[in-house]
Nanobody, 115 residues
């Protein structure tokens, strides 16, 4: 299982950014994909995930209404669209899955929200 995260960058408060997590089709078909983030000095937290079975989604309260997780089967990619970004969204963002009782992580992509 390999996950490839990309798409981070610097954005002003109130702006938008989309991060991507590329994986194999078999991975996306079998396993839920989650997005975590870790800000400096803080623990890594799960902020969103999408089910492989029915596409149901989960969001932590702090991003509800601003972030949207989705998957594009044609591109074997899960996206996290982030709108109305705030400075407190600044963190390294990781995609994640659990496959056969093992944790797999993408390499992380930095998102910085600053004016």
């Amino acid at each position: 299982v390999q996950l490839q995260a990309s798409g981070g960058g610097l954005v002003q408060p109130g702006g938008s950014l989309r991060v991507s997590c590329a994986a194999s089709r078999s991975t996306l078909d079998r396993y839920a994909i989650g997005w975590f983030r870790q800000a400096p000095g803080k623990e890594r937290e799960e902020i969103s995930c999408i089910s492989s079975v029915d596409g149901k989604t989960y969001y932590v309260d702090s991003v509800k209404g601003r972030f949207t997780i989705s998957r594009d089967n044609a591109k074997n990619t899960v996206y996290l669209q982030m709108n109305s970004l705030k400075p407190e969204d600044t963190a390294v963002y990781y995609c994640h899955t659990i496959a056969t009782f093992h944790d797999y992580w993408g390499q992380g992509t930095q998102v910085t929200v600053s004016s």
